[in-house]
């Protein structure tokens, strides 16, 4: 295995667009470095770009987004009180990730491209409209979180290509995001089903909603009959239970050692409007 | 809470002094299986069937031997099934075929070939050079479709003469045993519940992964460091494997990180000493957690159907259970064990218990804490708080009034003598945690446990230095702070104090055979042996005594740490302290050791009680523990806080095994969680903190009235949990893991 | 297949290594440092045993390679007490019998170690959580829980 670390992404790129076999960047590498040592991915080359210039960076930018750097850790992500205040959502559902000792690594960007269907990090970055650049051959475009993974273990970027920074919208006014899982233990697991919940009010009543859901399909969901059964309404006990009942239909989950496809329907729709709540209460400026 | 208030007789036992290896263990100096290496080592590595069931058509080594970093590739073939010493049979054959596949994989991660290579990461890569042509084999892996009429054969001829006639060939063993007249007792209850449960097999989940360092030459002389609970098991079981003297080969125990019975046999060892032999150099294997869970020894599953009737007072009238026990490839699930323990705790007029041991495409069982009881308590404690529920009757009075003592017929034959049962259970009922309230959505449970104890060979051995100060070689690994507990023992009988005794886990060379550190047996039968070799030492420094002072003998006694004059005849004599004796031993008749060699007979049954909240979230199924409280008879409490140390690991081990821990194999057959983060041990923000109530009721089989107080903490926790969670879902759970899926379902299924 | 020349600094002291870049730090720490402290218990990040720090950052051993330690400061188990005084954690463990068999305390008393400097003050549900990444078979979690937050109390009164 060749091991490198470049010092731009456009070298990255070219020593990706011109590797043969197998290709892993090296982010937090909480990912990689399992399926090395597990063998069930053997790279050819390995590239690590935390050597880059700014991949630890977080930034609040002039109009009030966000920038992060792709080697932002999920601890330096907690440990940002202004990132934590506007985006709690995308805060917990990345410090969720594993241990304490795997905060100390873990990325936003590693959680997306390792493509898990049940990453944790992702629904909340897809609720909350992240948008990553990655850097190719050809430069350099903007892609939304949501078309990265295509597939279990499988992304939208074609050789040669690497993401190269994150992008949080800017939270704007009377907003609020969370992101629930859930798991069998209190720590340490893979979600068995994940919620995230974008939302927006006018007074007390929805104007603008995202819900995701994740591990209850090959990709991460977007769904917007969710967001229809909540947008115009005050969150009360009809929309939350048409919020869950449009998360139950849109899974289509698989049986396997997590969980059941009964288990992971019923509980998608226990969890968005656990999570429904929160966002709502955030939004109303409430330290929830 | 270890009853201080009780007046004690002794003057260290009973304290709570730092444990000697205290300061190795928190500087990371301590050295585990893993942490050692020898000059000119060679690095092992094991390569493991991918299939549950394959006939091994051939084996091609040439390429992994043809590499330049392989040294030494092993297969069956280097092992000593007959050239050396023909027929090898019984366990040792079963191991041998576990340790190294013959005809057949019998399992997924069944080893079938070994490397030696010149460094980690080239052995694993070598590995990949040894081509194995399998013929893939119909495979079962579930005890009760092992024993239908259609499932595949494991192996021909493995039952012994216990199974009646027509069972499957893959039923290997069968018990039954009981009293009374069950039918009658049936028909004079006045409500008899019948159920069926099933358990998943768990692992011991050890933090250490087995790890060794063996050296072999050709003249069948060796040398094995391992982590192992008990290194003349490993000894005298790769000597056989291997073809040598047993003798001829020394086993050094590292220190162990973790075994609760996983650790009670060899699974690398041989291996790496074949691997040596072959190579001509130190061959360390080390493996990996995914080996662990696939090819070490995880417990049996089970499934068991239970009868129990009942009086309205809450009088047994009678019991009856059927335990089907999965144990992997081979002969050894405890299905006996699992029937003798299940109605353990009763006094019972009738009862009645059958045991199946079952052969499946499974790593071959290992023991784990109290091996079969904790599944048949599981069963039987469900249905007698399912008895208590529907006619109303507290579970603690119930088990009360049906609770054995001294005397009682036990279930599997015997008549108890002292046991603390009692005790036990009337703690529970006064301690706090029964009579606090509980919150909506709470539930809580109670169980008993029994398990049996264990005695065993031991050897001990003390010798006394100049200065007065003694150093104690014991032969059964430490697992727990038992080089404390041995400590105060012996300092209790020589009267110096405790920081003076050094305890040494001597290696096979410099003591007499030990068995394991099993069966809960280590502070019982160590303890035992270290208190007569110390006595036996005592007995020489009181010779020294009466010789300096020209007295008969019979005219010394050892009082705190010195021989004094005593009786008529003594004369009148200042007391002659322990190293005042030492200093000259060299001239008045030299060096003064004890020792004492023996299987020790009374360990003592043991019992334990446990209550527990649970709480139930009624639209996800996740269950919480909210508190638990252990309640165990310890006889007497060497060092109580690693005593409540046992009680809190028991307690915690059975929370992961009732809610989450399981092993879950696909249709093909292969094991689908083979890492800590799918097999979910609790992690510290699962659990509460676990109170502890130690009950002492002295083994009269015990100078200083020990019990073994390891193993029967796990015994009482998957029912007790079940039943707290039953409760608090107000349907009962009969399946475990109680996994948040299987809770949900059970919940909607209720309606 | 070359190997990387590593320059790094484990427990204040200049330290040099050849590693394959498959190798982890915990591999070079144990085969090539002989800093057997820190254990593989999983090789998957989930049970904390092999837990270091690197610039002052919590992290597992085993989910960091080797080569990436060129430049860091690393800080192991075996850098904990200070010469022949131990750290209160060291002492406390001792005392409250927070350990049984002693195969996950390295990693719990760096890991532990890592939270009173960042928290003088945990909750025990904040202390549970923080070690959630700690696997312990022996103990139940109960002694060690108690051994850390009490180290807390007495380095606050002490400060």
Same mark, same amino acid.
């Given at each position: 295995?060749d ?18 076999g197998?290709t ?9 470095l ?19 210039n700014?991949?630890h960076d977080i930034t609040?930018?002039?109009?009030g ?10 601890a330096?992500?907690?440990e940002h009180a ?27 960007t ?7 269907p ?5 629904p909340a ?7 990553v650049?990655v850097?190719g051959p050809d ?7 949501a078309?990265i993974?295509t597939g ?5 970027l074609?050789k040669g290509?690497?993401?190269?920074a994150?992008h ?10 969370a ?13 068995v ?7 927006r009010?006018?007074?007390d009543?929805i104007?603008?909603a ?9 990709t ?9 059964a909540?947008?115009?309404t005050?969150?009360d006990?009809?929309?939350?239970d048409?919020l869950?009942?449009?998360a139950s239909?849109?899974?289509n989950?698989?049986?396997d ?5 009964a288990?992971r329907t019923e ?10 709540k ?6 109303k400026?409430?330290?929830v | 809470?270890?009853l ?10 009973g ?7 205290g300061l190795?263990k ?5 050295k585990f ?5 020898a000059p000119?080592m060679?690095?092992?590595?094991i ?10 058509i051939?084996?091609?080594t040439?390429?992994a031997?043809?590499?330049?970093d392989?040294?030494?590739?092993v ?11 023909p027929?090898?049979?019984?366990e ?6 576990n ?5 057949k ?11 030696a ?6 052995a694993?890569d070598?590995?990949k ?18 024993m239908a009429?259609?499932?595949?054969v494991?192996r ?15 039923v ?5 045993s009981?009293?009374g ?9 006045d ?28 003249d ?7 982590t192992?609970?008990?290194h003349w098991?490993a ?21 162990i ?8 046999t060899?699974?690398i060892?041989p ?10 150099r130190p061959?360390?294997?080390v ?12 417990t049996?599953?089970?499934?068991m159907?239970i009868?129990?009737g ?6 047994i009238?009678g019991a009856?259970?059927?335990?089907r026990?999965?144990?992997?490839a ?5 299905g ?6 299940g109605?353990?705790?009763?006094n019972?007029t ?5 045991g ?8 071959k ?7 079969g009881?904790p ?7 469900s249905?007698?708080d399912e008895l208590c529920n529907?006619?109303s ?9 049906n ?8 279930s ?5 003598e ?7 259970l ?8 029964y009579?606090?309230p509980?919150k ?14 264990h ?5 001990v ?29 012996a ?6 104090p ?11 060379a ?6 394991v550190?099993?069966g ?9 042996a270290?208190i007569?070799a ?8 009181c ?11 019979d005219?010394?006694?050892?009082e ?7 009786g008529p005849?003594?004369g009148?004599?200042?007391p002659m302290?322990?190293a005042?004796?030492?200093?000259d031993?060299g001239?008045t008749?030299?060096?003064i ?11 003592g049954?043991?019992?334990g009680t ?11 199924g996740?269950?919480?523990?909210t508190?638990?409280?252990v309640i ?6 060497i060092?109580?806080?690693?005593v409540?140390g046992?009680y809190q690991?028991?307690?915690a081990q ?17 094991l689908?969680n083979?890492i800590?983060?799918d097999?979910?041990?609790p ?5 509460p903190m676990?109170d502890?109530?130690i009950v002492e009721v002295?083994?009269?089989?015990h100078?200083?009235?020990v ?12 029912a ?9 879902a107000g349907v009962?759970m009969?399946?475990l ?7 949900l379902?059970?919940?909607?299924d209720?309606g | 297949?070359s190997?990387?020349h590593?320059?790094t +600094? *484990?427990? %204040? ?7 394959d /870049?498959?190798?982890?730090?915990l591999?070079?720490?144990?085969d090539?440092l002989?800093?057997?402290?820190a ?9 904390g ?10 992290v597992c051993?085993?989910?960091?390679l ?5 430049g860091?400061?690393v800080? +192991? *188990?075996? %850098?904990?007490?200070?010469?022949d005084?131990?750290? /209160? ?11 049984q ?7 719990i008393?760096?890991a ?6 960042k928290n003088?003050?945990p ?5 549970r959580?923080?070690l ?11 002694k060690i ?6 180290t807390?109390a ?6």
């Open positions: 295995m091991y490198h670390s470049p010092a731009s992404f456009a070298e990255a790129s070219a020593l990706a667009a011109n590797a043969t197998i892993r960047f090296l982010a937090g590498g909480t990912d990689v399992v399926q090395l040592r597990s063998e069930l991915v053997a790279p050819d080359t390995l590239i690590d770009i935390k050597k880059i700014g991949v609040r930018n002039a109009d987004s966000w920038t992060l750097g792709v080697a932002a850790t999920g330096e992500m907690s202004e990132l934590g205040k506007d985006w709690p959502g995308v805060v917990e559902a990345m410090d969720l990730i594993g241990s304490t000792q795997v905060q100390g690594r873990a990325t936003l590693g959680n997306l491209c390792n493509g898990s049940a990453a944790d990090s992702v970055m897809v609720a909350a409209g992240v948008t650049t850097t430069g350099d475009r903007v892609v939304p979180v078309d993974p279990p273990g499988k992304t939208s074609t290509e690497v993401v190269s994150v949080i919208p800017a939270r704007g006014d009377n907003g609020g995001d992101y629930l899982r859930f798991i069998p233990r209190t720590e340490m697991d893979i979600a089903v994940g919620v995230g919940v974008n939302l009010l006018d007074g009543t104007t603008e995202r819900v995701s859901l994740g591990a209850v399909a090959p991460i969901l977007l769904v917007e009959d969710c967001a229809k909540i947008i115009g005050t969150l006990e009809d929309a939350l048409a869950a009942t449009a239909a849109a899974c989950p698989i049986d050692k997590r969980g059941t496809i288990f509980v998608a729709g226990v969890l968005a409007k656990r999570a429904a929160i966002a709502y209460a955030r939004a400026g409430e330290n | 809470m270890a201080d208030d009780r007046k004690s007789e002794f003057s260290f036992v304290t709570r002094p730092d444990r000697p290896d190795d928190v500087t990371g100096r301590a299986g893993a942490d050692t290496s000119g060679l690095h092992g590595a390569l493991r069937s991918p299939h549950a069931h394959a006939r091994i051939k084996i091609d040439s390429k031997d043809a590499h330049k392989v040294k030494a590739v297969t069956r073939a280097d092992f000593a099934d007959v050239p050396f010493k027929g090898l049979e019984g040792f054959w079963n191991v041998l075929e340790v190294m596949a013959g005809d994989a019998l399992y997924d991660g069944h080893a079938v070939a070994a490397v290579a010149t460094s980690a990461l080239a694993r070598a590995l050079l040894i081509e194995v042509e399998y013929e893939v084999l119909p495979h079962v892996t579930d005890v009760d479709k092992a009429p259609d499932a595949p494991i021909e001829g493995a039952a012994d003469y216990s199974v009646p006639e027509g069972m499957h060939p893959n290997v063993r069968y018990h039954e009981g009293h007249d069950i039918e009658a007792g049936f028909a004079e209850a409500l008899v519940i019948e159920d069926s449960f099933v358990t998943e097999a768990t692992h011991q989940g050890y933090i250490e992964p087995h790890a060794c360092l063996g050296m072999l030459g050709n069948g002389k060796g040398e094995l460091w391992c192992t609970q008990g098991i000894q005298k079981t790769c000597a056989a494997l291997l073809g040598i003297e047993t003798s001829q080969l020394r086993v050094t125990a590292s220190e990180g973790g075994g609760f019975g996983g650790k009670t060899v699974f060892e291996v790496a000493l074949a691997l040596s032999r072959k190579a001509n061959v360390k294997v493996m990996t957690r995914s080996e662990v869970f696939r090819a070490t020894g995880p049996s599953s089970a499934s159907d009868k129990i009942m009086k309205k007072d809450g009088t009238t009856q259970g059927i335990f026990l999965q144990g992997g081979f002969p050894g699930a405890p006996d064990m699992t029937a003798m323990c109605f353990a705790p009763y019972l009738n009862v009645h218990q059958v199946y041991d079952v052969m499946a495409n499974r790593p069982q290992a023991a784990y804490r109290a091996p009881a599944m048949g308590a599981f069963a039987v404690e249905v007698i529907q006619l009757l507290d579970p603690i009075d119930v088990r009360l009034k609770a054995a003592y001294e005397g009682t017929k036990a599997y034959g015997p008549r108890y002292r046991i603390g049962l009692v005790e036990t009337e703690a529970a009922k006064a301690h706090p945690h009579a606090a509980l909506p959505g709470q539930g809580r449970g109670v169980s008993c446990g029994f398990w049996f104890n005695g065993g060979e031991t050897s051995s003390l010798a006394l230095s100049e200065d007065g100060s003694a150093q104690l070689m014991v032969g059964t690994p430490d697992i727990g702070g038992s080089r404390a507990s041995m400590a105060l023992m300092a209790e009988v020589l009267g110096i405790y920081e003076n005794i050094r305890v040494t886990i001597a290696d096979t410099t003591l007499g055979y030990n068995d550190s099993h809960s047996r280590v502070t019982y039968a160590s303890g035992l270290t007569k110390a006595h036996h030492a005592v007995d020489k420094l010779e020294r005594a009466a010789a300096k002072w020209g007295i008969p003998v005219a010394v006694k050892w705190n740490g010195c021989a004094v004059p005593s005849n003594a009148d004599f200042d302290p322990l005042d004796i030492t200093a031993m001239s008749g030299g060096p050791s004890g020792h004492f060699e023996a299987t020790p007979e009374g360990a049954v043991s019992f446990h209550i527990v909240d649970a709480e139930v979230d009624p639209e996800t996740k269950t919480s523990i508190r638990y409280t165990q008879d310890a006889g007497k409490a060092h109580p806080t690693y409540e046992q690991g028991g307690a059975g929370i992961g095994w009732a809610l989450n821990e399981e092993y879950i194999y696909g249709d093909d057959g292969r689908q083979s800590f983060l097999y979910r041990i992690v510290a923000s699962d659990l676990i502890t109530v002295p083994n009269p089989g100078p200083f009235g019990r073994g107080v390891g193993e029967t903490g796990i015994v009482p926790p998957l007790a949990i079940a039943n707290a969670v039953s409760n608090a009962r009969r399946q893991p109680m996994s948040p899926p299987r809770i379902a059970a919940l909607k209720n | 297949m190997k990387f590593v320059s +600094t *484990v427990n %204040g002291d200049t330290v040099e290594y050849l590693c /870049p498959r190798e982890t730090l591999d070079c720490l144990r090539k002989n800093l057997t402290g254990k593989e218990g999983c090789g998957t990040g989930d049970c045993a092999c837990s270091v720090t690197v610039d002052g950052r919590l051993s085993c989910l960091m080797g080569v990436e330690a060129d860091k400061q800080e +192991t *188990v075996e %850098g904990i007490a200070e010469g005084i131990l750290h /209160p954690l060291q002492k406390k463990f001792i005392e409250y019998a927070a350990l068999c002693g195969i996950c305390t390295p990693g008393l760096v532990a170690k890592s939270l009173l400097e003088p003050n909750t025990e549900e904040e202390t959580y923080w959630a990444g700690n696997l312990c078979r022996c103990t139940g979690y109960d829980i108690r051994a850390v937050m009490d807390a007495d380095l606050r009164e002490a400060s």
